[in-house]
């Protein structure tokens, strides 16, 4: 098993900032990618940025500039700074990590259960 646990969502104001973690704990051998994603009401769940084994990045072009991916491979923790924060960034955010298990060779995705960002305006 495998499992991921989101923390950092809040309430903030337009223009400030904030900082989300995930840690991901269990039957971890290895993990390829971590990302984060978001889902606003009413609106599918979309990507927000990517972030591979070796460092390379990737992000939506409505957050690139202000969120910035970070992880820490000896932690297996991937981090989410978002500055600049607008009232279109309300969502709920979750954590996804690509994951080779002690059980099975193959990499799956997992994801966890979410944490609220909301930007008030």
């Known amino acids: 098993q495998v499992q991921l646990v989101e923390s950092g969502g809040g309430l903030v104001q337009a223009g400030g900032s904030l900082r989300l973690s995930c840690r991901t704990s269990?039957?971890?051998?290895?993990?390829?990618?971590m990302g984060w994603y978001r889902q606003a009401p009413g609106k599918q769940r979309e990507l927000v940025t990517t972030?591979?084994?070796?460092?390379?990045?990737n992000y939506a072009d409505s957050v690139k500039g202000r969120f910035t991916i970070s992880r820490d491979n000896a932690k297996n923790t991937v981090s989410l700074q978002m500055n600049s924060l607008k009232p279109e960034d309300t969502a709920a955010y979750y954590c996804?990590?690509?994951?080779?298990?002690?059980?099975?060779?193959?990499?799956?995705?997992?994801w966890g259960q979410g944490t609220q960002v909301t930007v008030s305006s």
């Open positions: 269990g039957s971890v051998f290895s993990i390829n990618a």
């Open positions: 972030i591979t084994s070796g460092g390379h990045t």
């Open positions: 996804a990590a690509e994951v080779q298990t002690y059980i099975s060779a193959v990499l799956r995705w997992y």
